[in-house]
T-cell receptor, first 112, second 113 residues
Framework: DGGITQSPKYLFRKEGQNVTLSCEQN?????MYWYRQDPGQGLRLIYY???????QKGDIAEGYSVSREKKESFPLTVTSAQKNPTAFYLC???????????FGSGTQLSVL | QKEVEQNSGPLSVPEGAIASLNCTYS??????FFWYRQYSGKSPELIMF????GDKEDGRFTAQLNKASQYVSLLIRDSQPSDSATYLC?????????????FGAGTRLFVKA
């Protein structure tokens, strides 16, 4: 079945540690997105990518990094510079603009 | 000013009533408008999308767009307890490097049986 797979479902980070969240899609979508959601809040855009080897900062990119080496994959690294990383992270994709976003099931990141 | 603003609620309506959810946006160049429903701990799911001024109906849901007023709304008729969720307004604009979708903070809706 086509879809977006995020892993892991739950992730714990120690102080000063970098962690990477995986996002893979087999929908052949060009555009991919990372959002962060805090409890009771909406989604805030971290990074987005329209094509392979190109990505743009969203509204809250500080402390995060991404890569887009393959069309299917858009991993997000939460670096030690992100001082408050605890949140629900959602990856999304879409075939082109003006279309709905397809979401993964999310990764809950917590700090130990 | 936030790019997309919604009343956080909670909005409480009795079963069978009409629920009205509102959203304003700041970017006049915005092209596409979406309403997503999100249950606690789950991913958002698309309810409605609208591109042109006016109303768009789909079953119990009606989306309304007024670009001059930079306003978009969602009406839910015959509200059911299963409609209780957070409703996210999303606005899309074309930017360098692709299409950027910005979400509002969401409105929590409670439908009382």
């Amino acid at each position: 079945d086509g879809g977006i797979t995020q892993s892991p479902k739950y992730l714990f980070r120690k102080e000063g540690q970098n962690v990477t969240l995986s996002c893979e899609q087999n929908l052949n979508h060009d555009a991919m997105y990372w959002y962060r959601q805090d409890p009771g809040q909406g989604l805030r855009l971290i990074y987005y990518s329209q094509i392979v080897n190109d990505f743009q900062k969203g509204d809250i990119a500080e402390g995060y990094s991404v890569s887009r080496e393959k069309k299917e994959s858009f991993p997000l690294t939460v670096t030690s510079a992100q001082k408050n990383p605890t949140a629900f992270y959602l990856c999304a994709s879409r075939p082109t603009g003006n279309e709905k976003l397809f979401f993964g099931s999310g990764t809950q990141l917590s700090v130990l | 000013q936030k790019e997309v603003e919604q009343n956080s609620g909670p909005l409480s309506v009795p079963e069978g009533a009409i629920a009205s959810l509102n959203c304003t946006y700041s970017d006049r160049g915005s092209q596409s408008f979406f309403w997503y429903r999100q249950y606690s701990g789950k991913s958002p799911e698309l309810i409605m999308f609208i591109y042109s001024n006016g109303d768009k109906e789909d079953g119990r849901f009606t989306a309304q767009l007024n670009k001059a007023s930079q306003y978009v709304s969602l009406l839910i008729r015959d509200s059911q307890p299963s409609d209780s969720a957070t409703y996210l307004c999303a606005v899309e604009s074309r930017r360098t490097g692709g299409f950027k979708t910005i979400f509002g903070a969401g409105t929590r809706l409670f439908v009382k049986a």
